[in-house]
Every structure is written in structure tokens, then in C-alpha cells.
């Protein structure tokens, strides 16, 4: 028995390893290709191809892996982090607060984001960290003013997020993330008095 808990241990911290290199890999390619490609990640963590669909099933499930960590962070510090963006500043300046960290999410993790929303169609509104953020965003929205169309206002607030737009706006328009912080900022504070 002993025996066989130290192969387990070691098949364990082999497959640790091989998920680290496989994000540290995707992460890394995401920045420099157009198009992620599986078998590229596999290539570059020096694991095969069914490694890869093992562990993460698909495309999808392998952004997902890579973009886990900081939406992990972020959710943390909306849930216990010290005001404003955490409890116990007025829900104004949670939203604020709020709407520039994903701001800087989406700045920091554009490509991996873009990848990943572009996986299949309407993959942005399947995974759950946009549902947390549009949940987040709605308990504000109804704290500031309940008569608000707060579900309809939410999606409003965090489209310019999508990877796409904001793509679009920071490569093709040459807008920097500071403006596109301030505006997003500037359309909640108008929208919420």
C-alpha cells in the first residue's frame, strides 16, 4: 500500500506540472498568435495533445484555466477586499470601484479574454465570471436605485468590456485603457446620478 501512495504522489504532482506548463503555455501564446491553437500549447508545455483534453476538455475549458487566477482575485477583493471595491463604501463608489478593476483585468488578460469569448459564440455570457460581474453589478445598481432597469443597466455598464470592443477600441482606434476606464466610469456615474 505505501508503495502505491508515493506513485499517486508523484503521478499527482506530474499532472500539476503538466496543468502549470499547459497555462503558463496557452497564456504565453495568447499573447503573440491570432488564433490559439491546441496543439501549439501542447507543443510549447511539452505535453500531448490529450493532456490537454483531459484536463481541460476543450479550448474553452483551457481559457477558461488560464483567466482563472486573476477573476479568482478580483472576486475575492469584491467579496472581502477593503473598501471601496470590497464591503462597506456606499454602492457608488463599489460601482466605480468596481468597474475600474475590470478595466484592468480586461487590460492585463485582453488577449487571453478575447481568445476565450471568441471560443464559440456567445461564450462571454456562458462563463461564470461574467455572471458574477453582472450579478455584482446588478446588487449595486438596485442599492443606488431600486426603480433601475438594474439587469438591462448591467449589461449596458460591462459591454465596453467585451474583449472585442475593447480590442477594437484599444488596436484599431489607438484609444488607451485610461480613456476607456474614465469613460466607462463617466456612463455609470451619469447613469446612476
Not at 55 to 82: M, N, S, Y
Not at 109 to 123: F, I, K, Q, R, Y
Not at 160 to 184: K, T
Request: glycine share 8%.
Amino acid at each position: 500500500m505505501a508503495g502505491n501512495a508515493g506513485g499517486w504522489e508523484r503521478q499527482r504532482a506530474t499532472a500539476s506540472r503538466n496543468e502549470q506548463a499547459i497555462v503558463a503555455a496557452a497564456t504565453e501564446l495568447c499573447r503573440t498568435v491570432e488564433d490559439l491553437d491546441v496543439r501549439e500549447v501542447a507543443v510549447a508545455a511539452g505535453v500531448g495533445v490529450g493532456t490537454i483534453y483531459r484536463r481541460f476538455g476543450d479550448k474553452a475549458g483551457l481559457l477558461a484555466a488560464v483567466l482563472d487566477e486573476p477573476e479568482r482575485a478580483l472576486q475575492d477583493a469584491l467579496l472581502t477586499g477593503p473598501p471601496p471595491l470590497g464591503p462597506g463604501a456606499p454602492a457608488r463608489e463599489r460601482l466605480t470601484a468596481f468597474l475600474l478593476a475590470l478595466c484592468e483585468l480586461t487590460e492585463r488578460h485582453l488577449d487571453v479574454l478575447a481568445a476565450s469569448e471568441g471560443a464559440a459564440p456567445g461564450a462571454r455570457y456562458r462563463v461564470g465570471s461574467y455572471t458574477a460581474w453582472r450579478l455584482h453589478t446588478i446588487v449595486l445598481l438596485r442599492e443606488i436605485d431600486e426603480s433601475a432597469d438594474a439587469e438591462w443597466l448591467a449589461d449596458l455598464l460591462l459591454a465596453p468590456l467585451a474583449a472585442a470592443l475593447y480590442l477594437r477600441q484599444r488596436r484599431e482606434h489607438g484609444m488607451s485603457a485610461e480613456r476607456i476606464a474614465a469613460n466607462v466610469v463617466a456612463v455609470a456615474r451619469r447613469l446612476t446620478g
